[in-house]
């Protein structure tokens, strides 16, 4: 089991940059491939980006390649979500998710593990 908590969210105005934080705890967690998904008023849940053990392949969704970049820290159960150049259409609910396998997914129903999810509310 694994236990995942978010952090980092916020209000911003369109252009400006946040930085998500997504801790790990229970088992180790440095053996989980990491996936950020978010969710906006009256949509379903889309894949934001996702990031293997090792941390040398990564994956993004079209709308938000050059302007996010997911990295990890496995010496601090850490995975993180740098987002710069928000716009508001950014605006969601960010959550991380975690799976017990090296093989990087981009679908919410192959992650068995969440975070309860934080806030970005970009203003334009």
């Known amino acids: 089991q694994v236990q995942l908590v978010e952090s980092g969210g916020g209000l911003v105005q369109a252009g400006d940059s946040l930085r998500l934080s997504c801790a790990a705890s229970?088992?180790?967690?440095?053996?989980?491939?990491v996936g950020w998904f978010r969710q906006a008023p009256g949509k379903g849940r889309e894949f934001v980006a996702g990031?293997?053990?090792?941390?040398?392949?990564?994956t993004y969704a079209d709308s938000v390649k050059g302007r996010f970049t997911i990295s990890r820290n496995n010496a601090k159960n850490t995975v993180y979500l740098q987002m710069n150049s928000l716009k508001p259409e950014d605006t969601a609910v960010y959550s991380c998710?975690?799976?017990?396998?090296?093989?990087?997914?981009?679908?919410?129903?192959?992650?068995?593990?969440w975070g309860q999810g934080t806030q970005v509310t970009v203003s334009s």
């Open positions: 998710a975690a799976r017990t396998s090296v093989q990087l997914r981009t679908t919410a129903a192959e992650y068995p593990y």
């Open positions: 229970g088992r180790t967690s440095s053996t989980y491939t």
């Open positions: 990031i293997t053990l090792s941390g040398g392949l990564m």
